[in-house]
């Protein structure tokens, strides 16, 4: 029995030293890279992640409201030229884009210079089909600031010239969403240096009209 708790006293050690390093590598790396003011350089096109519009008690997701407003506010202050809003479309009850594109348009930013990727199913596929479909190899990330970390490490790695815009009102999170983040960080590793992984669906080239 103490060779069994030893045993997996060191696997506990090891697997927390491996979330702690991937996290301060991802971290590190990508934090020159997200901006909150209006020094952010300027970009043809801003890739607007999604999220739900409701939080799971029915109110509205702040999330959702905080980047909606950001991505506006770049648009308003001619930061970038074109919103590529991408996020899950799962089900004719459920689509991320078509409400970002609602909310986008009651804050005056016109129809025609939105596009929609219906495939972002997850950051890595949203962050990836920016390049690989969508033919951009420069672009504004808009998300909060704990996201863009992870955002950016996934951009950086497919080559993508990427910054991010932090939509944070209020950057405080909870525990939970906060856990599930490092999580996160540390399966983005895996999943791009270990997995290899690629988007669910590519798909034919889009041209965006900017």
């Not at 696997?11 to 991937?22: C, E, G, M, R, Y």
């Not at 996290?23 to 043809?44: A, L, R």
Request: proline share 2%; glycine share 6%.
């Amino acid at each position: 029995m103490k060779a069994l708790f030893r045993a997996f006293f060191w696997i506990a050690i090891s697997v927390a030293l491996f979330i702690l390093a991937t996290n301060v590598w991802i971290v590190s790396t990508t934090g020159d890279q997200i901006y909150e003011k209006d020094d952010i350089p300027g970009n043809d096109v801003a890739l607007v992640l999604g999220t739900s519009k409701q939080t799971i008690e029915g109110r509205p997701n702040r999330f959702f409201v905080e980047r909606m407003n950001a991505a506006a506010d770049l648009y308003e202050k001619r930061k970038i030229k074109h919103l590529l809003v991408s996020g899950d479309n799962s089900s004719k009850y459920y689509n991320e884009p078509r409400d970002m594109l609602k909310a986008l348009g009651d804050l005056s930013v016109p129809e025609n210079d939105i596009s929609l990727d219906f495939a972002g199913f997850r950051t890595l596929d949203s962050v990836v089909r920016s390049k690989e479909v969508f033919g951009q190899e420069s672009i504004t990330i808009v998300t909060q600031k704990f996201h863009c970390y992870r955002s950016l490490f996934i951009a950086n790695k497919f080559g993508i010239n990427a910054v991010a815009y932090s939509a944070d009102k209020d950057n405080s999170i909870g525990l939970n969403l906060a856990f599930r983040e490092v999580l996160a960080r540390t399966y983005a590793v895996v999943d791009l240096y270990i997995f290899q992984s690629q988007p669910k669906f590519l798909g034919e080239k889009i041209q965006l009209e900017i």
